[in-house]
RNA sequence: GCGGGUGUAGCUUAGUGGUAAAGCUCCAGCCUUCCAAGCUGGCUAUGAGGGUUCGAUUCCCUUCACCCGCUCCA
């Protein structure tokens, strides 16, 4: 291979709008629903999309499930897997605490436009004055309570020991109509909030032909709970013992108020889960392990050190039954960079220590032990922690594609692609230089010898730097070229995506040259 | 959900109250050959619905989608 050319740092200007437009025009990307004008967070998978998507899904299973790493305490790690119903029974999603306990209802204020969780709003009423209501948020300041009061006029009323607190919760849902006397937290103008809206991200569904509110069942918002209900049975027909993990990958759907930014906020999405279960006093031991290790994975795919973040939350945004939840984060484009110029970030995979809640909130509403028995030990009972790496594969579609997406003036496609070859949804295409003189049919022998084991492309239309541009956009790491020489010396030339960069292959050896970038 | 913006072919752009224009892509053919070359031909568009009008892509209303900001993300 010819000597890369020094790298001439072009500054990455990525834009999503142009990373979208390449994702539709070349098959990875489509609106769902696009010939009816689309539907609002959701996407298709087209031809390229799949490929990249399911090379992506099959090395997560490969590295978690059928070949998992050697874990701390130097064996390799247990680990097995399932394919859950996204239906569950609902009772699943009331022991989740995602129907009922999280969905809280919300206002929105028109005037200053904020939203205020509704039972975080406190309203005073006032004895000498009906009809007029003001609020604030609980907790509040006495000093910033009187601030507000004193702007809407409601200050000396105050003083004067005539202001009573109230439930606003309650005392909306009794009389509606009152809305219009009330004053937002920050607002100036009388009765600019909105009637609370309850924000429930499951997906609703009937079970059965004659659909009746009796059987609402709930498409799954996570694959994890899946996991957790087949907890017992995993261990009682698969020979694992503690610890170990169970891993999942599949759909999931969530409500969300506001899709946004490409696939990186669907409403249906693509989840690669694994909940690791393990004795308490080896919880933290493990969840460093994971941590590391799922930082491994997305850096061995190619996404940057530098466009990779490792977060703790948090107490304030940590959720009440975890120790502990670190984020993997991924500087997307639209993520862009504070006021200091500092890179920001978007969730990619989230790895919670959620200590026994899940099994312990299944034991519960179940009426099942979630208790394990230590094998060596029968006296020893307890229910297992567990350490939970979820990432996103959707969202890792587009971190890929985002990372890889390389604007290149130098280059007649003006971008390529740089994807691994492992995940690149081609891994080659033979390209003969001319349409004649023997050439295709030498391309063709090749083609129908590469295809058994990679995914290539045979292309045999128009000049070759047209062919070469259009590989660059779908990140095709090689293209062999057949040229006039080839049935002369049995050799195919070799062109490098990254660099242009040409070199001689023996015909004999392509497949092996190929075999070889696979494992790098 | 709120506010602002955008919507003409696969892409980038033009234009008009009266037959919707071009370049690139794509397809077919010729030519020939290492980076979107040349020649010939071809396909393809006013996001959707309604209103005003003799006539609407253009003006008005509604709606949908996308982008930006806020909000939300258990």
Redesign the pocket.
């Known amino acids: 291979m010819q000597p890369a050319k020094a790298e001439t740092t072009v500054p990455a200007t990525k834009d ?3 990373i ?2 390449l994702c ?2 070349r098959g990875f990307i489509f ?3 696009d010939i ?8 298709d998978f087209g031809p390229l999309g799949t490929e990249l998507k399911n090379n992506l899904r099959d090395l997560w299973w490969k590295r978690m499930v059928l070949c998992p790493p050697i874990g701390p305490d130097g064996h390799p790690v247990q680990m097995v897997g399932v394919d859950t119903a996204i239906i569950q029974n609902p009772k699943v ?1 009331v022991a ?9 209802p ?1 206002v ?1 204020c ?1 005037e ?6 509704a039972d975080h709003l406190k309203m005073l009423s006032f004895s000498d004055k009906p009809n007029v209501y003001a609020t604030y948020i609980q907790d509040s300041e006495e000093e910033d309570i009187k601030k507000v009061l004193k702007g809407i006029g409601l200050l000396k009323s105050y003083e004067a020991g005539n202001a009573k607190a109230e439930d606003f919760v309650s005392f909306v849902a009794a009389k509606p109509e009152s809305l219009k006397f009330i004053y937002g937290p920050d607002a100036k103008e009388i009765g600019t909030l ?1 009637e609370p ?1 309850a ?4 997906f609703e569904t009937k079970i059965g032909a004659t659909a009746t509110d009796d059987n609402i069942a709930y498409l799954r ?1 996570e694959t994890a709970q899946g996991i957790f209900i087949n907890y017992k049975n995993v261990l009682d027909s698969s020979r694992v013992k503690v610890p170990f993990g169970i891993a999942q990958i599949g759909k999931a759907f ?9 696939i990186f ?2 409403r249906e999405f693509e989840q690669m889960e694994m909940e690791f279960f393990c004795h308490p006093d080896e919880a933290k031991m493990w969840f460093d392990f994971w941590k590391v290790e799922r930082q491994k994975f997305w850096q061995d795919l190619g996404l940057a050190k530098e466009n990779l973040l490792m977060r703790e939350h948090g107490q304030d ?1 940590l ?2 039954y ?1 120790k502990g939840t670190f984020d993997i984060e991924y500087h997307f ?2 993520n ?1 960079f504070d006021e200091s110029g500092n890179k920001l970030f978007g ?1 990619l995979e ?1 790895i919670a220590y959620r200590t026994n809640y899940d099994l312990n909130q299944h034991a519960e509403h179940s009426g099942q032990k979630m208790e394990y028995m230590d094998p060596d030990d029968n006296t020893k009972r307890y229910v297992p922690h567990v350490i939970e790496p979820a990432a996103g594969l959707t969202r890792g579609v587009l971190a890929l594609l985002c990372e890889a997406y390389t604007p290149d003036p130098n ?5 390529y692609l740089n994807l691994h070859p492992k995940i690149a949804p081609k891994k080659a295409a033979i ?6 003189e023997g050439q295709p049919e030498i391309a063709e022998k090749l083609y129908m010898e590469l295809r058994e084991e990679f995914p290539v492309d045979l292309d045999i ?10 590989q ?2 779908i990140g095709t790491p090689f ?1 062999f ?6 049935s002369k010396d049995n050799a ?2 070799v ?2 995506r990254n660099t ?3 070199e001689r292959v023996g015909l004999d050896n392509v497949a092996e040259f190929l075999r070889k970038k696979m494992k790098v």
């Open positions: 999503m709008k142009d979208v437009a539709k025009r609106p769902a629903s009816y004008g689309g539907i609002n967070g959701f996407w999603w989740s605490g995602h129907v009922g306990g999280f969905s809280d919300m929105d028109r200053t436009k904020k939203r205020y969780r909105t809206k924000f429930n991200l499951l918002g969530r409500n969300e108020v506001n899709p946004r930014n490409f906020r669907s945004e959720v009440f975890s484009p639209f862009g969730e989230g280059r007649p496609s003006g971008v390209l003969p230089l001319m349409a004649k239309k128009q000049n070759i730097g047209k062919r070469y541009a259009r660059d956009e293209c070229t057949i040229d006039g020489e080839t195919v030339t062109r490098d242009m960069a040409q």
